[in-house]
C-alpha cells in the first residue's frame, strides 16, 4: 500500500471517548483522513463497509458487539477490501494479543499509547511485505537476541530447540497446550532426533541460564519479577513466555 501522489490514508476510529487525543492528532495530520469513528459495532461494521478506509483502529471493548465480532462481519462482508486492523486496548491477556493475531490483526497495541507511537505502526504497515525469509530471519533474530540477553549459549543443542519451539508457538499458540503430543514431536522430525532428546536439550538450556545467574536480566526483559534463583521454568512456561512477549509486541 503506497502513499502516491501524496494520497491520504483513510482511517477509522473505533474506539471510547478518553482516546480522543488520537482522533484529534490524526484529523490534524496532513497524512491522513479520518473518515469516521464510533464505538458501537453494529455501527461500526455499516460505517467500514460504506467507506472502505486502509485502517481501521480498533478497541477490543465496544458497545453491541465486542473487536473480534466486528472483526469476524467485516472479513466476510469486504474480503479482499478489509482494512488492515489495529487493536488498541487495555486488555493485554495473551489469549486476547494471540486470538487477534490469528484473526489476521496487524497489530495489537496496549494502551496507553501515543499518536505518534500508533502512527509509526500504521506507517510500518504501508512499506512493502518484506519476503518470508527474510521476515523468519528478522524473527529467529529477535529471538536469539533474547536468548542471549537471558543466558542460554548458542553452541548448545537445546538453544536450537527453544528457538524452533517460540517459532512454532508464535505460529499456533494454541500447541503450547500440547507440548508433549505435538511440539517436542514436531520439533524432533525437523532435527531428525527423539522427543526425549529435544525435552532434555531444553531443560539443559534454561538450566544452564540460571546457572550463570542472570535472572536479573529475565525479570527486566518481561518487566516483572517473575523468577528467583530458586525456582527455573518449566519448558512450556518459558516457551509460553517469550512467544507472548512477541506476540504482544507485533
Known amino acids: 500500500m503506497e502513499n502516491k501522489n501524496d494520497k491520504k490514508f483513510r482511517i477509522y476510529f473505533a474506539d471510547n471517548a478518553e482516546d480522543e487525543k488520537l482522533f484529534s492528532y490524526f484529523s490534524n495530520n496532513d497524512k491522513f483522513e479520518v473518515v469516521g469513528k464510533s464505538v ?12 472502505l478506509p486502509d ?20 472479513k466476510s462482508s469486504l474480503g479482499k477490501s478489509m482494512p ?13 494479543v494471540a486470538k487477534a493475531i490469528k484473526e489476521g490483526v496487524s497489530y495489537f497495541m ?31 533474530e529477535k529471538i536469539s537476541n ?26 499456533e499458540p494454541e500447541i503450547i497446550g500440547s507440548i508433549t503430543k505435538r511440539l517436542y514431536p514436531t520439533i524432533a522430525e525437523r532435527f531428525s532426533t527423539s522427543s526425549s532428546k529435544v ?16 535472572i536479573e536480566n ?19 512456561e518459558l516457551i509460553a513466555l517469550i512467544a507472548d512477549k512477541m506476540l504482544m509486541e507485533g
Open 84 to 96: 488492515k486492523v489495529i487493536f488498541i486496548s487495555n486488555l493485554s491477556h495473551s489469549g486476547f
Open 110 to 140: 496496549v494502551k496507553p499509547i501515543s499518536p505518534e507511537n500508533l502512527e509509526q505502526r500504521i506507517i510500518d504497515l504501508t512499506k512493502p511485505q518484506k519476503s518470508k525469509e527474510k521476515g523468519e530471519k528478522v524473527l529467529e
Open 218 to 236: 529475565i525479570n527486566n526483559l518481561f518487566g516483572l519479577k517473575i523468577y528467583s534463583s530458586n525456582e527455573k521454568p518449566t519448558n512450556g
Open 40 to 51: 458501537v459495532g453494529e455501527e461500526v461494521v455499516k460505517d467500514v463497509e460504506k467507506t
Open 146 to 171: 533474547i536468548f542471549i540477553t537471558i543466558g542460554i549459549p548458542a553452541h548448545i543443542k537445546g538453544y536450537q530447540f527453544l528457538r524452533e519451539a517460540v517459532k512454532l508457538a508464535i505460529e
Open 199 to 214: 525435552e532434555r536439550g531444553m531443560r539443559h538450556a534454561i538450566e544452564v541460564a540460571w546457572n550463570r545467574g542472570k
Open 55 to 74: 485502517f481501521l483502529v480498533m478497541e477490543v471493548l465496544l458497545s453491541g458487539m465486542d473487536g473480534f465480532m466486528v472483526l469476524e462481519k467485516l
